[in-house]
T-cell receptor
């Protein structure tokens, strides 16, 4: 089956620093990748949709200058949390759609990255 | 806009029994897909089952089946012969044909009792 990896799986950083999270599709080409945020005991909230070679589309209320998304290739998307603060501490999950897939095909999720900002 | 409602924050089931997790949805898309995912404490999202809006038959995948009632806009997940490893959060999600984005419900925490 299709595999999506995320790196790092967990990260602890100081307030004010930037953190980069990578999302890779290992055995398929992903035209579109999605970034979600999940606070403890809550649901996944879509942050942005990332299309290869174009600017990401952010959901309402998500600061695009704080959460920088780059989708430079069909197998890699990165999320950079700039000037992280404790309220940014969360579980960040990416998912990917295979090139050519339609709605009937599932999104493949990465294992998630747990970010803790001190 | 699409919306998923999961009204059961938590459910308990005896091992080897069947359990139904409720999911209702709202969408203006004529074509859509309904998904169920399992999230164990490790955090990974595990795909369980999919139902397309035009599928005539209810989807089944092993011990998982989806009770799809289009007129009632419900897509309940049925897990048969529950196992201890089924204890997890379960999320229902809907995707539209246009954007392929998924909208998730708040989830149901299932606990299987030995």
């Amino acid at each position: 089956g299709a595999v999506v990896s995320q790196h790092p799986s967990w990260v602890i950083c100081k307030s004010g620093t930037s953190v980069k999270i990578e999302c890779r599709s290992l055995d398929f080409q992903a035209t579109t990748m999605f970034w979600y945020r999940q606070f403890p005991k809550q649901s996944l909230m879509l942050m942005a949709t990332s299309n290869e070679g174009s600017k990401a589309t952010y959901e309402q209320g998500v600061e695009k200058d704080k959460f920088l998304i780059n989708h430079a290739s069909l197998t890699l998307s990165t999320l950079t949390v700039t000037s992280a603060h404790p309220e940014d501490s969360s579980f960040y999950i990416c998912s990917a759609r295979e090139h050519g897939a339609d709605i009937h095909n599932e999104q493949f999720f990465g294992p998630g990255t747990r970010l803790t900002v001190l | 806009a699409q919306k998923i409602t999961q009204t059961q924050p938590g459910m308990f089931v005896q091992e080897k029994e069947a359990v139904t997790l409720d999911c209702t949805y709202d969408t203006s898309d004529p074509s859509y897909g309904l998904f169920w995912y399992k999230q164990p404490s490790s955090g990974e999202m595990i795909f369980l089952i999919y139902q397309g809006s035009y599928d005539q038959q209810n989807a089944t995948e092993g011990r998982y089946s989806l009770n799809f009632q289009k007129a009632r806009k419900s897509a309940n997940l049925v897990i048969s012969a529950s196992q201890l490893g089924d204890s997890a959060m379960y999320f229902c999600a809907i995707g539209g044909a246009g954007s392929y984005q998924l909208t998730f419900g708040k989830g149901t925490k299932l606990s299987v009792i030995p």
